[in-house]
């Protein structure tokens, strides 16, 4: 999660929200993702989505074998993503209550059969990434809802 925390700041650094991402396997960083939705301005380039691009197709080839840590609970598309690429296990920094996709598994057959063996840990370093995110909404004015 460190790794993680420190692609946010990157992220904040550029003006962007703070949210960092980086895929494990076997305990090696294999690949690192920053939010860079504000600058350039697109709505898709999420943390999550930059690293499970960046080693999509390693990720072909080793199914339920690694875990992606992410400073803020993922949305619907970036969770989609982790679901649908096969990673195995999240583990997520701050929550999001108005983005925020986890307790959306429940309510999709098809996510709940695909995320059967998904493995979730929420609010690892919980206060290191809330304090990004608060840093974030102070200095833009934007997304309120993330800050506590």
């Known amino acids: 999660m460190l790794a993680a925390l420190s692609q946010a ?16 396997h076997n305990g090696t960083i294999i690949a690192v993702g920053r939010n860079a939705i504000d600058y350039p301005a697109n709505d898709t380039h999420h943390a999550e989505l930059s690293a499970i691009q960046s080693v999509a ?13 992410t400073t803020l609970e993922p949305c619907m598309m970036c969770l989609g993503a982790i679901i649908n690429v096969g990673i195995q296990s999240i583990v997520t920094g701050a929550a999001d209550p108005l983005v925020g996709a986890i307790d959306l598994l429940a309510f ?3 996510y709940r059969h695909k995320g059967n063996a998904l493995q979730l840990v929420s609010g690892f370093m919980a206060e290191e ?8 909404v102070r200095k833009t004015g934007l997304r309120a809802h993330l800050a506590t």
């Open 57 to 69: 197709s390693f990720l072909a080839t080793h199914k339920r074998q690694c875990t992606i840590y």
């Open 9 to 24: 700041r990157l992220a904040l650094d550029a003006g962007n929200m703070p949210i960092g991402a980086v895929i494990v």
């Open 108 to 110: 999709s057959d098809y």
């Open 129 to 136: 990434s809330q304090a990004l995110l608060n840093a974030y």
